[in-house]
């Protein structure tokens, strides 16, 4: 057996990103860099040539041939990289992957939330049951940062939240009326 180097990780290492990446076939750049397409432009429709460009870095072979190291893949384009370590021997090439699973291509769109499209600050703001004093303690518990998790608040949430009695009374009064204008 070589050993030649060893392997390692470089660049963006985060999981949510390197699976995206490694759902796009290793092609689309987590930036959304832009592509030339084959006659130079960048507007869809045409074939577009990846920014995405890769590298082996061999770190050892065994006796039978099969090597293993890691691919340092970089967008040409914002430099973005990271890195995968492969070995030939193993069941999936590149194995730290070998848990993932590939988005269904054929697959229907996941429908979206009905609060996702909700604006909850403004909502609020504009809402004539609440004061600005129960919108900023909203603020200040970090509330408006997600319309499905507001949805789906109940009393003992806001009470956990310290909101008084009446205030989360009036929040879950608020909220049930929005879920019903919202057909939930």
């Not at 699976?19 to 592509?35: D, I, L, M, Q, V």
């Not at 914002?78 to 993932?100: H, M, N, V």
């Not at 996941?110 to 909203?138: E, F, N, T, Y």
Request: charged share 25%; with cysteine.
């Amino acid at each position: 057996m070589a050993v030649v180097g060893s392997q390692f990780s470089t660049g963006d290492q985060s999981q949510s990103v390197r699976e995206t990446f490694w759902a796009s076939g290793f092609r689309k750049c987590p930036n959304n860099c832009s592509a030339m397409n084959d006659d130079g432009s960048t507007k869809p429709g045409g074939r577009t040539n990846s920014t995405i460009v890769s590298e082996d870095h061999v770190a050892g072979c065994r006796f039978n041939g099969d090597a293993y190291g890691t691919t340092v893949f970089r967008c040409s384009s914002c430099k973005w990289q990271t890195s995968f370590q492969y070995d030939e021997a193993s069941d999936t090439y590149y194995y730290e992957t070998r848990f993932w699973t590939r988005p269904d291509p054929n697959a229907p769109p996941k429908p979206r939330h009905p609060w996702s499209g909700v604006s909850l600050r403004s909502w609020l703001l504009s809402h004539p049951k609440l004061d600005k004093a129960i919108v900023d303690k909203c603020l200040t518990c970090g509330l408006l940062l997600d319309g499905p998790t507001f949805g789906d608040m109940t009393f003992r949430h806001f009470k956990a939240l310290s909101f008084t009695k009446q205030e989360a009374r009036l929040l879950v009064q608020v909220v049930e009326e929005k879920n019903k204008e919202l057909g939930l």
